[in-house]
């Protein structure tokens, strides 16, 4: 029975021969709707309210700044063994490369705002800020689930600002996404429902 609030273990990923084809889902799910793909598909939602001759040029600068360079830093990570997936899933490793992400992020943020990126991709920014940072906090003591919080603040972005047929789209993803997480062992049921909750409030609170 494995421990989802302190794992003591390396958690590796059940390959398709190994758990079924159900876990090949699984862990599809958890890597098109990781929490750095959320945000690249926030980002693009949020590049649909933008009315600015360069928002092309602006978009591309954030996911630059806030998607691939903390992607390749935990590819990185990765490659010298300082953290056991793509996905952080043991909670001990993610505090120093989570801490060093959201520092990262406050001076690229700083830049952007400066250099006068669009106001509604900086809130974006605000919102992603607040939310790493209170899923720092809560790894200290306990394992919520980040991909379920960004697919919650997905959720949230979708509802405050409704996308037609994506507030119906969304909620399942988001359910999808938690089974997944629970289905690799990586996750409880209330870890999952908390990282839903955490993501629905932070980003609700910004962008409403």
């Known amino acids: 029975m494995i421990n989802n609030d302190n794992i003591a273990h390396k958690v590796t990923f059940p390959r398709p021969a190994e758990g079924g084809r159900a876990a090949g889902v699984a862990n599809l799910v958890s890597t098109v709707f990781s929490p750095a793909l959320a945000v690249f598909y926030a980002v693009i939602l949020c590049s649909y309210s933008l009315d600015h001759s360069a928002k092309f040029l602006w978009t591309s600068f954030f996911v630059l700044l806030f998607v691939l360079a903390p992607t390749a830093y935990i590819f990185y990570l990765m490659g010298r063994g300082k953290v056991t997936d793509f996905h952080i899933s043991v909670r001990e490793e993610r505090i120093r490369p989570l801490s060093i992400i959201f520092i990262y992020s406050v001076f690229s943020l700083f830049l952007y705002s400066f250099i006068g990126g669009p106001g509604a991709l900086v809130t974006l920014g605000y919102s992603c800020l607040a939310l790493t940072g209170l899923w720092i906090l809560v790894s200290l003591y306990w394992k919520i689930s ?63």
């Open 146 to 208: 980040g991909h379920c919080a960004a697919m919650g603040a997905l959720g949230a972005m979708v509802f405050a600002h409704p996308h037609e047929v994506l507030v119906f789209i969304v909620p399942p993803l988001a359910l999808l996404v938690a089974w997944s997480r629970i289905r690799l062992g990586c996750h409880s049921w209330s870890q999952t429902l908390a990282g839903l909750v955490l993501g629905v409030a932070v980003f609700w609170f910004f962008l409403s």
